[in-house]
T-cell receptor, first 113, second 112 residues
Framework: GENVEQHPSTLSVQEGDSAVIKCTYSDSASNYFPWYKQELGKRPQLIIDIRSNVGEKKDQRIAVTLNKTAKHFSLHITETQPEDSAVYFCAASKGGSQGNLIFGKGTKLSVKP | DVKVTQSSRYLVKRTGEKVFLECVQDMDHENMFWYRQDPGLGLRLIYFSYDVKMKEKGDIPEGYSVSREKKERFSLILESASTNQTSMYLC???????????FGPGTRLTVL
């Protein structure tokens, strides 16, 4: 089955710096790659996603890149702010209507003011 | 806005007790999921359901069962709670054909 590896497990950056979180997946049939953000004590929420027919997607300060050949995808956050501090989860999913996601183990991002 | 609610935010039970965790969504989603979240292990799928009375095992179904009698409600059952089931339990739902999952607030279960 699918396996998703996520690195690093913790990341500390200074406010204004960029942060990059990387994930690799094992199943070449996976075609959907979302990123969820979980603030302390809150539920995970989708922040950005990408499908396998696209190499990059951007939404303001957040971008995701996908390399299908290497089977890895990355989350890029530019101009980080203290409110970006959270745990970020990547996930991968294959086709089909059931929408099952396989999650990475998460990255705890701390943005220091 | 999609709303996914869970019956309790915090729950304390004793070893051997039968435990019911309830999840309700109000957006007519076909798919519903139960995860457990443990530090350093991420979100692990316990069970999911893509229709009423349908259920499928996820990655860690041992010690758990589920019930989906109505479309909006998905229950997780711990038949005989054990201390290694102390965890945060998250419910999620999604529309059929959509991959975006909407999560509930979670239930932090402690088994003594």
């Amino acid at each position: 089955g699918e396996n998703v590896e996520q690195h690093p497990s913790t990341l500390s950056v200074q406010e204004g710096d960029s942060a990059v979180i990387k994930c690799t997946y094992s199943d070449s049939a996976s075609n959907y790659f979302p990123w969820y953000k979980q603030e302390l004590g809150k539920r995970p929420q989708l922040i950005i996603d990408i499908r396998s027919n696209v190499g990059e997607k951007k939404d303001q300060r957040i971008a995701v890149t996908l390399n299908k050949t290497a089977k890895h995808f990355s989350l890029h956050i530019t101009e980080t702010q203290p409110e970006d501090s959270a745990v970020y989860f990547c996930a991968a999913s294959k086709g089909g209507s059931q929408g099952n996601l396989i999650f990475g183990k998460g990255t705890k991002l701390s943005v220091k003011p | 806005d999609v709303k996914v609610t869970q019956s309790s935010r915090y729950l304390v039970k004793r070893t051997g007790e039968k435990v019911f965790l309830e999840c309700v969504q109000d957006m007519d989603h076909e798919n519903m999921f139960w995860y457990r979240q443990d530090p350093g292990l991420g979100l692990r799928l316990i069970y999911f359901s893509y229709d009423v009375k349908m259920k499928e095992k996820g990655d860690i179904p041992e010690g758990y069962s589920v019930s989906r009698e109505k479309k909006e409600r998905f229950s997780l059952i711990l038949e005989s709670a054990s201390t290694n089931q102390t965890s945060m339990y998250l419910c999620a739902s999604s529309l059929i054909g959509s991959k975006e999952q909407f999560f509930g607030p979670g239930t932090r279960l402690t088994v003594l």
